[in-house]
């Protein structure tokens, strides 16, 4: 039977499993290598910050995400934006806090212990508990250890250890159980471990709690003599036991037959810079607060595998707690300020406490190591040794001058320096590249897969290309002897030269035979094509097509035009933002990483027309990138000045995104008095708000505290404005003078990471002022009716005065128009009385006329003795008889009824008289004839009636 086919089978397979398990060796190194990580990002709150004194004992969050801080002035709340102090002035200091199942606040004090209780206007109120222990007039020792195991709370005092159980109703029906001490058998610390409650009671052990027991736990006495500060959960069954003492540390774990000594790393630390306490993140996760340097962390080994300290972020080397909310931030109190460490965070930096030193200009990774270029030389990673607990960076000998750029192609290293172009093999050993008419400062190059570009200060671009496994140096380009700072061969054949800052030079090169190029073109790009002037600019190609970056946005080069296009940069919500940009590097998945003076570290999607800027994976105020390197397993780095390296792991896995709520934290009405702090039982109903409300603001936060979450807000008020505001990182917002009305101030929040937060709100009503209210127009009703009828009833007062006045003034009018005609008729009676008299004198002087110039005459004749007896006889008879006449005249007029004035002749009017008859007297009798003229003497006129 042939056997050599089974043998030469199972060699192949050997070899086959060989080459993986070398594969997978080089892959799992390169994770190892790629994955190295330098310092988390460390932000630190000082006593000016958090308005407390600096001292903090502990730190906790509650289910909103806001953070609580045990500090020596007293509770103090943070919720990413603003700090708060709950006021218990009487109950300074608060030294531990836990937190319940049902997320209830359980806080101990230096003399007392209890709960924190809501309040809807003021937020977090502490409720004592303390009056339910039998002794609650002793004083406490400080309450320093507060444990929860579901929702209930044990808290440890060194005489006493009390155990609160909530009721159904709360604080109504729970109950308080304490525990006292024996002769000298202490409470020192206590833990819950695998759903058990473990106390540790100096000169008795380790116990536990077993109904209202305290119980002696397995083996537990063993450790009756020593004092620990922390016991933990250690592996699957067993427990970390980790004390203090004067001649140094003594950790233990527990096994089968008792507990036995812990000699690892973590112990060595321990005894050379003392601890204060430890305690279990995860799994393989644990931290110890020294006393003199800082935090160190170590794993499920006992290893040390990093540490944390002052001189690594941290506020103080004497750290008393840390504790680890939901996004993986770990926050650390200390004797002075609090800190809080982004460990989760996919962002970590390197400087020079790891050894890089210089402003860092460029990168590049050649055979797996990152090599990185400063103006102080060549600098390369490496990980970290047995004694380190992180990378270093070592200077590659030979390189210790100003670097321009560091690049690998075909299993070279090519290093520009001041001195020139320089490459590094396999070996370590540098080697210049010499040239027959090539030498110089080398401050930009390019190297594809065949061909390299370098751009020198005074010598123009020098042209290599690779061939039969080496680079031969062809020759310099000609007419290009400026000053180049960028290369980039971009597409169709083209060669961009970014020029001493001035512009951009586009060369069309063509190449011979022997590879030697040859300028075809040589066109200048400014202003007078579509670019800034003068400007620093960055060209890359994406997609096919090139693109510019530069301190004033982003550009594209249109083809057909020969022209630069500017192109808007917007941010998800079309916000226009800041479009300084530095160092622009395709990652080809559609985006750009780049830098910009507010936004270190961004990322962009390009389209034809419009840059869509996503949110800032950093945000670092004051820090400029120089350079952006996207590694081969996509890290991003970031060079900056001041020998500062960031990297941004996006493949790294974060800790889940906790589903925190946008909280309005504040709103304060006339800008000084708070309406409400923080707790979201007030904002479900409207409050009501006096009408002569001058303003009210709203300060608002996002309890979301890593580096890169970047939160920003939109916010509106339903009732003034529907639509949301544009995306913005301001925390507050005010309302002057609103007018009265019902509203609903909603703000809602986003990260960099995660999904949208829930939205806020808080209802409020601005009443109307008294005279705005409807009882007021009721009024104004009633006062308009009453004034519209007092009005008319005016009116018809003022009509009927102005009738009686007309009416007075037309009776006055009347009387003095009847005196008048009175007065008329009367002196036209007069008139008539005397034109009648006169008249009348008239007729009555006719009347006598007549008889008296009988007499007259009669007398006349009778007087000249010139008439006879008997003519005087008859003369007599006629004056008798003229004297009768005038008598009956006489009669006549006595006796008058009536006189009118009648119609006479040719328009004449004459007066007749109707008389009373007074007498039957008549004249019978004719007159004579007068007597004739004698002797010249006229005769008396003749009697006429």
């Given at each position: 039977m042939d056997?050599?086919?089974?043998?030469?089978?199972?060699?192949?397979?050997?070899?086959?499993?060989?080459?993986?398990?070398?594969?997978?060796?080089?892959?799992?190194?390169?994770?190892?290598?790629?994955?190295?990580?330098?310092?988390?990002?460390?932000?630190?709150?000082?006593?000016?910050?958090?308005?407390?004194?600096?001292?903090?004992?502990?730190?906790?969050?509650?289910?909103?995400?806001?953070?609580?801080?045990?500090?020596?002035?007293?509770?103090?709340?943070?919720?990413?934006?603003?700090?708060?102090?709950?006021?218990?002035?009487?109950?300074?200091?608060?030294?531990?806090?836990?937190?319940?199942?049902?997320?209830?606040?359980?806080?101990?004090?230096?003399?007392?212990?209890?709960?924190?209780?809501?309040?809807?206007?003021?937020?977090?109120?502490?409720?004592?508990?303390?009056?339910?222990?039998?002794?609650?007039?002793?004083?406490?020792?400080?309450?320093?250890?507060?444990?929860?195991?579901?929702?209930?709370?044990?808290?440890?005092?060194?005489?006493?250890?009390?155990?609160?159980?909530?009721?159904?109703?709360?604080?109504?029906?729970?109950?308080?159980?304490?525990?006292?001490?024996?002769?000298?058998?202490?409470?020192v610390v206590a833990n819950v471990i695998r759903d058990t409650v473990f106390v540790f009671r100096y000169g008795l052990g380790l116990m536990h709690v077993e109904g209202d027991s305290l119980v002696s736990s397995p083996l537990g006495k063993d450790l009756a003599g020593i004092s620990p500060h922390s016991i933990l959960e250690w592996g699957d069954n067993s427990i970390l036991v980790a004390t203090w003492g004067v001649e140094g540390e003594l950790w233990y774990t527990r096994t089968e037959t008792g507990f036995e000594p812990f000699s690892r790393e973590i112990v060595s630390f321990s005894n050379t810079y003392g601890s204060s306490y430890a305690q279990q993140l995860n799994d393989s996760v644990y931290t110890l607060c020294s006393e003199k340097n800082g935090v160190a962390f170590f794993d499920d080994t006992g290893a040390v595998t990093h540490v944390m300290n002052k001189e690594r972020g941290l506020s103080d080397n004497g750290p008393l707690s840390v504790y680890e909310d939901e996004s993986g931030s770990l926050w650390v109190t200390s004797n002075y300020g609090l800190s809080r460490i982004d460990q989760g965070a996919p962002l970590s930096y390197f400087d020079e406490r790891m050894g890089l030193r210089g402003n860092v200009i460029k990168l590049s990774r050649h055979n797996g190591r990152l090599y990185v270029a400063t103006d102080q030389g060549l600098y390369l990673l490496k990980e970290r040794g047995r004694s380190e607990d992180l990378p270093r960076f070592t200077q590659v000998g030979g390189v210790n001058v100003w670097t321009w750029c560091v690049a690998s192609a075909h299993g070279e290293l090519f290093i520009s320096t001041y001195y020139g172009l320089f490459e590094l093999a396999d070996s370590p050993t540098l080697a210049k590249v010499r040239t027959k008419d090539y030498s110089g400062e080398c401050i930009a190059f390019s190297i594809d897969s065949t061909r390299m570009y370098i751009g020198t200060v005074y010598n123009g671009i020098q042209y290599f290309e690779y061939r039969g496994n080496r680079w031969d140096y062809i020759g310099q380009l000609s007419d290009v002897g400026e000053h180049i700072t960028a290369i980039h061969p971009g597409p169709h054949g083209n060669l961009w030269l970014n020029v001493e800052t001035r512009y951009l030079r586009r060369l069309l090169l063509n190449y011979d035979?022997?590879?030697?190029?040859?300028?075809?073109?040589?066109?200048?790009?400014?202003?007078?094509?579509?670019?800034?002037?003068?400007?620093?600019?960055?060209?890359?190609?994406?997609?096919?097509?090139?693109?510019?970056?530069s301190m004033v946005g982003f550009y594209r080069y249109d083809v057909a035009s020969d022209r630069f296009h500017r192109l808007p940069s917007v941010a998800a919500d079309g916000d226009t933002v800041v479009h300084d940009v530095t160092s622009p590097v395709a990652d080809g998945k559609g985006g750009v990483w780049f830098g910009a003076s507010s936004m270190p570290l961004v990322r962009a999607e390009i389209r034809r027309d419009t840059v869509r800027l996503d949110v800032p994976v950093s945000h670092e105020p004051g820090l400029v990138l120089e350079t952006v390197f996207i590694d081969e397993d996509g890290t991003i780095w970031g060079g900056s000045g001041g020998s500062r390296l960031m990297q941004y792991s996006p493949y790294r896995h974060d800790p889940p995104t906790p589903n925190y709520p946008t909280l309005v934290s504040e709103v304060s009405i006339n800008e000084d008095s708070v309406l409400f702090e923080g707790l979201p039982s007030i904002s479900q109903r409207s409050v009501s708000l006096r009408p002569d409300l001058q303003s009210i603001s709203f300060r608002y936060a996002l309890p979301y505290y890593r580096a890169d979450a970047y939160p920003e807000y939109q916010y509106r008020v339903r009732g003034l404005q529907d639509d949301w505001s544009g995306w913005t990182r301001q925390t507050a917002r005010s309302l002057v003078r609103p007018p009265a009305g019902r509203y609903t101030f909603e703000v809602r929040s986003r990260t960099r990471i995660g999904q949208p937060a829930e939205a806020a709100s808080f209802q409020f009503e601005i009443r109307p002022a008294w005279y705005n209210t409807a009882w007021a127009y009721m009024v104004y009703l009633l006062l308009l009716g009453g004034l519209v009828w007092l009005i008319v009833r005016f009116n018809l007062r003022k009509a009927v005065q102005r009738e009686q006045q007309l009416q007075r003034l037309l009776d006055r009018r009347a009387e003095e128009a009847i005196r008048q005609y009175d007065k008329a008729r009367r002196s036209r009676i007069e008139a008539e009385r005397l034109r009648t008299a006169s008249q009348l004198a008239a007729t009555i002087a006719h009347e006598f006329n007549n008889p008296l110039s009988i007499i007259a005459g009669a007398c006349d004749l009778l007087s000249s003795k010139q008439v006879d007896e008997e003519h005087q006889k008859k003369w007599i008879d006629k004056v008798r008889h003229q004297v009768k006449r005038m008598s009956q005249l006489v009669d006549k007029l006595l006796g008058i009824e009536e006189i009118r004035e009648i119609d006479y002749a040719a328009g004449k009017k004459i007066i007749d008289i109707h008389m009373q008859q007074r007498s039957a007297e008549t004249d019978t009798g004719t007159n004579p004839a007068p007597p004739s003229e004698s002797n010249g003497r006229k005769a008396p006129p003749e009697e006429t009636d």
């Open positions: 056997r050599t086919k089974p043998a030469g089978h199972a060699l192949c397979r050997l070899m086959i499993l060989l080459c993986l398990l070398c594969a997978i060796s080089s892959a799992r190194a390169g994770e190892k290598t790629h994955g190295m990580r330098g310092l988390p990002y460390v932000e630190t709150y000082f006593p000016a910050q958090t308005g407390g004194w600096g001292q903090c004992f502990d730190a906790l969050q509650d289910n909103r995400g806001v953070l609580l801080l045990a500090d020596l002035h007293g509770l103090l709340t943070y919720d990413g934006e603003n700090w708060n102090r709950i006021d218990h002035t009487d109950k300074i200091p608060p030294l531990s806090l836990a937190k319940g199942s049902s997320g209830t606040i359980y806080v101990g004090y230096s003399d007392d212990f209890g709960l924190l209780r809501t309040n809807e206007q003021r937020g977090y109120r502490f409720h004592s508990l303390k009056h339910l222990a039998d002794d609650d007039r002793e004083a406490l020792d400080g309450v320093w250890t507060t444990i929860t195991h579901g929702d209930t709370a044990y808290f440890v005092e060194n005489e006493r250890l009390f155990r609160w159980k909530p009721g159904p109703n709360g604080l109504e029906d729970g109950t308080l159980h304490t525990w006292k001490h024996g002769e000298n058998n202490w409470f035979t022997d590879g030697v190029p040859e300028i075809r073109e040589n066109e200048v790009y400014d202003s007078t094509r579509g670019l800034p002037t003068p400007d620093t600019f960055f060209p890359f190609t994406m997609d096919g097509e090139l693109y510019v970056g």
